[in-house]
Nanobody
């Protein structure tokens, strides 16, 4: 069993930065592909970024590529999402997720992820 807890959300002005953290627990956490998703009010949950355990491959949504960076520290069981040049349209609840299906591959399909955190809210003001 894997448990995930996000932190680092908050209110920031457009153009600002935030770093989200996702702390995981569970013996197999370090071998899972990890992803970040977000859900804005009235919208479906959408993929943001993912990182594999083996090889460290990453994948980003087109809307955040070049602004966001996903990374992981397996020794600390933590995944990070560095968000720069934030825009009002980045406002959402951000969830981290773990996929037991992959160790060296990444996926943007939310159905590939087995475990989810409760989320942390990010609000970007204009």
């Amino acid at each position: 069993q894997v448990q995930l807890e996000e932190s680092g959300g908050g209110l920031v002005q457009a153009g600002g930065s935030l770093r989200l953290s996702c702390a995981g627990s569970g013996r197999a956490f370090g071998s899972y592909t990890m992803g970040w998703f977000r859900q804005a009010p009235g919208k479906e949950r959408e993929f943001v970024a993912a990182i594999a355990w083996i090889g460290g491959s990453t994948l980003y949504a087109a809307s955040v590529r070049g602004r966001f960076t996903i990374s992981r520290d397996n020794a600390k069981n933590t995944v990070y999402l560095q968000m720069n040049s934030l825009k009002p349209e980045d406002t959402a609840v951000y969830h981290c997720a773990a996929s037991s299906r992959f160790t060296s591959m990444v996926s943007k399909d939310r159905h590939d992820y087995d475990y989810w955190g409760q989320g942390t809210r990010v609000t970007v003001s204009s």
